[in-house]
């Protein structure tokens, strides 16, 4: 029991460690892609235009899945 409870009483004592926010790591490398290619991807879903076409070309790649997979059945 006691070593239970010292466990415990460990486990209390690391808890706030625990939920501390992680410490600031970047990658080693491709930090300013990723970066880049955020930005690049916000830039485009914010043009009306490009939206409606992504949304399009998706619908038009579903479509074409979904008549192909009858067609082999």
């Known amino acids: 029991m006691p070593r239970f409870l010292a466990a415990l009483f460990a486990l209390l004592l690391a808890a706030p460690t625990a939920v501390a926010a992680p410490l600031?790591?970047?990658p080693p490398f491709a930090n300013g892609y990723w970066s880049g290619?955020?930005?690049?991807?916000?830039?485009?879903?914010?043009?009306?235009?490009?939206?409606?076409?992504?949304?399009?070309?998706?619908?038009?790649?579903?479509?074409?899945?979904?008549?192909?997979?009858?067609r082999l059945k």
């Open 24 to 26: 600031p790591c970047d």
């Open 37 to 70: 290619f955020i930005d690049f991807w916000a830039g485009w879903f914010k043009n009306r235009n490009a939206v409606l076409l992504t949304v399009l070309i998706v619908g038009a790649v579903a479509i074409f899945i979904i008549t192909r997979g009858k």
